[in-house]
Structure formats: structure tokens, C-alpha cells
């Protein structure tokens, strides 16, 4: 059984482009071996009486895998090692990301003030998945850089009762006519990679600490598509609708642990010059950091 979970497990920890290798150990030995931890990603075993772990180590995360008497258990989590070093800069991006969009500064006079794509503020979230952090220590364990890299989802839910077209020479609002309209949005997905100055300042005793980031944040835009609901009816658009495909935006984060509120700024406008209104995108929101 157990053969089969650790076959599987390297499998996976390939595939994720992680360098592992394997160590076995005699666990009936009388010799006491102490446990081994590795600095990069690894797979180890750790002798123990009565009992056989094996570690496979992807980033953070340990999954155990420990062999005894009653069984065998899978473990998924994150864990101790010796390379986390209290000593060592540990950054904050790579985690999940909850906020609210807005617009700063609307301009629609291309368009004889035609709001059509007021929001729904309450209704316009924005969600982030970062799933790759690089840090780099500048200061001991206080002062680095962090980057990585992440994917935004945005929803821009309309206030009126609009959506979008691409117009010949820009984009045009469409108006809907539908009596049970429920819903009409535009939604907007991003690859991100950030480069982020963090401090971070030691509290109740130098077991905890205070952070703070920022600096800029670069996106391409990996899709886009307008969504409308009426009755039982979706209609679904996809298209660039003359947006820039490429964003760069400021951002800032400040924590404790591995909780923090964080604020992005948009530098670019949403979308190309000239085809369509002028709208600067910001978000405002909460991280749980990993």
C-alpha cells in the first residue's frame, strides 16, 4: 500500500517540476539515525519507533505519508524545517486574495455622459490566486524583495442595465431590454508577477511579525468575456473588446502573520486610448498569505 502512495507521490512532485530524491532507512536498525530534512523539495524518510514516515516536501507543504501498526495515514500541511530559519527573509504574496473593484475618476464624455458601466460595488469582486513566491533577503530577515507569480480574476457587475459590444472604432454600450434581468457584468482575468519591497518588524517576543509591502505589480490579460442573466437564460460573450492587454498597477499590503489588508492602484487604463471610457481600475481587499 504503502509503495503504491509513494509511486504516486513522486509522480505528482515530477510533474510540478520539483527536484526530489529518496532516502531509505533500515527502521529495525539499532542504530539511532537522526531525521532528515532537506533544503530543497524533498522526499525523506523519518525513523521512528514503531512507525515509518516518508516525507515529500512541494514548497511549504509537507505530505506525510506514515506506515505503523494500525494502518497507513496521509498527512497535508505545513511544517517545521530546518531551512526555515528564523533568520531568513520569508516574503508575503504567495496565498489567496479577496476584494472589492472599483473606478477612480470615470470619464464617460466620449460618450455624452452615458454611464453605462456604473457598478455594482457591493457586487464587483475581484479574486486572487498566487501560487509562486520568490524571496530575496536584503536586510538579514527584516528587509527583501518578493516576486512571484499569480492569477486575478475580476467581476465588474453593472449598475444599469447594459453590455458591451465591439463597436468599429471602439466599444459600444448595448441596452438590454429584458424585464427579468438579474444580471449583466463584464469579467476580466490576469497572469500577474509582482516586485515587492517588504519590512517586517518582530512583536510578542520575536515569535510574531508586523509587515509591510510595496511596489508594482505587471499583468497580461489571459481573457475577458460579458456575461448576461435574465430568467433562466445566460448569454455569455467572449471577446477583448478593445481593452489593453497588458496592465501595471501599485500595490501595498500591510499584516501580521499571515493575514494582511491590501490596496492596488491601476497605472494603465482599463481600456486602449480612444476606444472606449476612461476608467481606472483599483481593488481593495484582505489576504489569507500562506
Known sequence: MKTIILSLIAVAAFSLNIDAQEISADKKSSTTSPELVLLADTIAPTPKADEDTTIVRIGKKDVKVIDHDGGTEILWGKDKHKNDRKDRFNGHWEGIEFGFNGFDKPDYSAYNGLEFMALNQGKSMEFDFNFYELNIGLAKSYVGLVSGMGLSFNSYRFENPYTLEKGLARTQ???LEYEDLSKTKLAVSYL???LLLEFQIPVNNKE???FINAGLVGGVKIGSHTKVKYGDTKDKERG???MNSFKYAAT?????????LF????LTPLFQT???P???PFTIGISFLD
Request: cysteine-free; proline content about 6%; charged content about 25%.
Open 173 to 175: 454600450p448595448v441596452l
Open 192 to 194: 500577474n508577477v509582482p
Open 208 to 210: 510574531d511579525r508586523l
Open 240 to 242: 477583448g473588446f478593445n
Open 252 to 260: 501595498t499590503r500591510i499584516g501580521f502573520k499571515d493575514v494582511s
Open 263 to 266: 490596496a492596488t492602484y491601476s
Open 274 to 276: 480612444g476606444k472606449g
Open 278 to 280: 476612461e476608467l481606472t
